[in-house]
C-alpha cells in the first residue's frame, strides 16, 4: 500500500489560490487512481476531485468545477490539486486518497489515505 503525504494548505483570502501536493512513497503509484477529498467540521467527507490511474481521465464536484485542477506527476509519485478562486465553503481539511486502478466518488472506496491539511479561506 501506499503512504501519502500532503502539503500545501494555509490560510488565503476568498479569490485567493492554493496548491495542495500529495507525495506517495511507493513505485506502484502510477497503478493508483488518486482522489481529493475534504472534510469541514460536523460535516461528511465529501468528494472534490480524481485523477485515473492512466493520467487521462479527471472527474471534478460541480461545486469546484472550473476553479479546481487536478493532475499527476508518476515520475515524481505525486498528484497536485491547484485551487483558485476560493471560497469560504472550501474550507475544510482536505485529503488524498489512491484506489488501485478505477477510481472512485466514493471515499469508502479508497485503500490509502493522507493525513490530511487544513485549507481556510476567510471572507
Known amino acids: 500500500q501506499l503512504q501519502l503525504e500532503e502539503s500545501g494548505g494555509g490560510l488565503v483570502q476568498a479569490g485567493g489560490s492554493l496548491r495542495l501536493s500529495c507525495a506517495a512513497s511507493?513505485?506502484?503509484?502510477?497503478?493508483?487512481?488518486m482522489g481529493w477529498f475534504r472534510q469541514a467540521p460536523g460535516k461528511e467527507r465529501e468528494f472534490v476531485a480524481l485523477?485515473?490511474?492512466?493520467?487521462?481521465?479527471?472527474s471534478y464536484a460541480d461545486s469546484v468545477k472550473d476553479r479546481f485542477r487536478i493532475w499527476r506527476d508518476n515520475g515524481k509519485n505525486t498528484v497536485y490539486l491547484q485551487m483558485n478562486s476560493l471560497k469560504p465553503d472550501d474550507s475544510a481539511v482536505h485529503y488524498c486518497?489512491?484506489?488501485?486502478?478505477?477510481?472512485?466518488?466514493?471515499?469508502?472506496?479508497?485503500?490509502?489515505w493522507g493525513q490530511g491539511t487544513q485549507v481556510t479561506v476567510s471572507s
Open positions: 485523477m485515473g490511474w492512466r493520467a487521462i481521465n479527471t
Open positions: 511507493a513505485r506502484t503509484f502510477s497503478s493508483y487512481s
Open positions: 486518497a489512491a484506489k488501485y486502478f478505477r477510481g472512485s466518488y466514493d471515499p469508502g472506496q479508497y485503500d490509502c
